[in-house]
């Protein structure tokens, strides 16, 4: 996908546009200009990933920057210091909304321009791909009358899609919704929305308090920074209001960790904490090109310590004119976990670790499904693949300190490092593209459908119904005489067409 300009010839303006717009046909997140000293390095983001897109030689690099800062409403003679702007107008009939970030840095200056999609949150939380467990959390602890609910997550893993598709949910007339953010990314129609600007004073902590005197039902604050947010949000919880948040952990038991850091008195972060949502992205393989594979031997222990299954075949990415090396799109990998009053007792008594641990993950029916049992499962069904779960998620400390034979049968069978020489020792496999109409010889239970992106999608036309995954998902029983291609993706959702759907129709 690499572009070569007539730089020479073609207006400046017209560069800009088709290198945003281009980026937009991509799905990507983010444009790079990076400045070298003998010219500039454009790289678009792509489900996660920087890949090359153009360069541009040093006579327009000055050119190129001063553009994209025009657009933005940037002060164009500043070069020393960082700026922020924005870019709301229609380019090459895409309506976009940016947000662009300048640095400084030796070569010159370096843009980030962040393309911003919500069209994931206005397709509400049916479509983020929950499974139908985790979907029916989320509608458990969203109904609550107060109390604080935490989506966590590393920087650009969707946290933000998540928070306003459950304020979508909550926006109903009878309810009193205002916001605090910073920036306000998206503009909802009936949420009172502020924007800080700490310049002036008017933080996140000062724009709280006001809140609360506003009469408000549901409290949206975009990020808890500091402790002193924290409390804030703990203790509008616990006067009657919603308050929903982001913040920047791992999973539930970071996250419970984190905020008692912060100094937050421990009755009340018991009191008050409603559920947790943590989740992670990871690509989708790309459902032209995926094919079958036997698991190896680290994978079989895995999925049978995990899943509770043998499950000897999973798919993994060929690559196709489709797709990005195999892979097409991301999904987002969850943990939704509910506070029920034992884990209320425990925090508030300080219970140790490992006890706290044992609460929120060995609990059977009441515990929280960990990220590596929700990816495994998406793993089984197709929509990932389990080098992607390995990326993203660290094994060892999902399994926990209570599964030291686990931990020691990996150790001793097949290590981590090792998969990589298993995979290298099989036989080469072709790459083979898609073909019109070939029969497998094997016929997974996996559901072989669509894979939407769970990062960009462009129109409403692309929003489904309901996509909600299965919980429990049969691995292909069959075994592998060949590589089996599969046939081509019919135009269907890949997820469920409703939520009670029965497991045996995949």
């Given at each position: ?12 303006v ?34 996660g ?26 002060n ?89 598709a ?18 306000v ?14 310049e ?16 408000p ?25 919603l ?9 539930s ?58 499950v ?70 197709g ?28 150790i ?8 990589e ?21 094997v ?13 960009v ?50």
């Amino acid at each position: 996908m690499f572009k070569q300009f007539d730089y020479n010839n073609r207006p400046i303006v017209e560069i800009v546009n088709e290198m945003i717009s281009d980026a937009v046909k991509h799905d990507a997140s983010d444009i790079h200009l990076d400045p070298y000293p003998d010219n500039l390095h454009i790289r678009i983001r792509i489900d996660g990933e920087l890949v090359d897109y153009a360069i541009a030689p040093d006579s327009v690099k000055k050119n190129l920057i001063t553009r994209v800062k025009i657009m933005a409403g940037m002060n164009i003679t500043e070069t020393r210091l960082p700026q922020d702007g924005a870019i709301k107008q229609n380019i090459n009939g895409y309506d976009l909304d940016l947000r662009v970030s300048s640095l400084p840095i030796l070569d010159g200056e370096k843009v980030v321009i962040r393309i911003l999609d919500y069209s994931m949150s206005t397709a509400g939380l049916e479509n983020l791909g929950f499974t139908q467990e985790n979907f029916n959390k989320i509608d458990k602890i969203i109904k609550s009358p107060h109390g604080i609910i935490l989506v966590a997550g590393a920087t650009g893993s969707g946290k933000s899609t998540t928070v306003y598709a459950m304020l979508q949910k909550l926006n109903t007339p009878n309810r009193n919704v205002i916001t605090v953010e910073d920036p306000v990314e998206m503009k909802i129609e009936g949420v009172n929305q502020v924007q800080t600007m700490s310049e002036i004073g008017l933080t996140f902590s000062t724009t709280l308090r006001s809140i609360l005197r506003q009469d408000p039902d549901v409290i949206m604050i975009g990020e808890i920074r500091d402790d002193e947010t924290a409390r804030i949000a703990v203790r509008a919880s616990i006067t009657g209001h919603l308050v929903l948040s982001t913040i920047h952990t791992n999973n539930s038991l970071n996250t419970i960790e984190r905020l008692t850091d912060m100094e937050v008195e421990r009755y009340l972060l018991g009191a008050a904490l409603t559920g947790i949502v943590s989740q992670r992205l990871c690509k989708s393989l790309c459902p032209h090109c995926r094919r079958l594979r036997p698991t190896t031997d680290y994978e079989k222990i895995i999925f049978k310590e995990v899943l509770k299954q043998d499950v000897p075949q999973i798919y993994e990415p060929v690559g196709c004119d489709q797709c990005i090396q195999g892979y097409k799109g991301r999904i987002a990998i969850h943990e939704v976990l509910v506070i029920d009053q034992e884990i209320r007792d425990g925090i508030i008594n300080n219970v140790s670790k490992d006890e706290l641990r044992h609460l929120v993950y060995n609990r059977p029916e009441l515990s929280a499904s960990t990220l590596l049992n929700d990816g495994l499962k998406k793993v089984l069904a197709g929509y990932t693949s389990f080098e992607e779960i390995l990326r993203i998620i660290d094994i060892d400390e999902d399994l926990g300190d209570e599964d030291e034979e686990i931990k020691s049968a990996l150790i001793g069978n097949v290590k981590k490092e090792e998969m990589e020489e298993l995979h290298k020792n099989e036989p080469e496999q072709v790459k083979v593209q898609p073909v019109q109409s070939v029969t497998p010889q094997v016929q997974p239970q996996a559901v072989n459908q669509t894979v939407p992106s769970a990062s960009v999608m462009r129109s409403q036309e692309d929003i489904v119904e309901v996509k909600t995954i299965p919980d429990v998902i049969q691995a292909p029983q069959s075994t592998v005489t060949q590589t089996p291609v599969q046939k081509p993706i019919q135009s269907q959702n890949y997820f469920a067409s409703n939520l009670n759907f029965d497991v045996d129709t995949l």
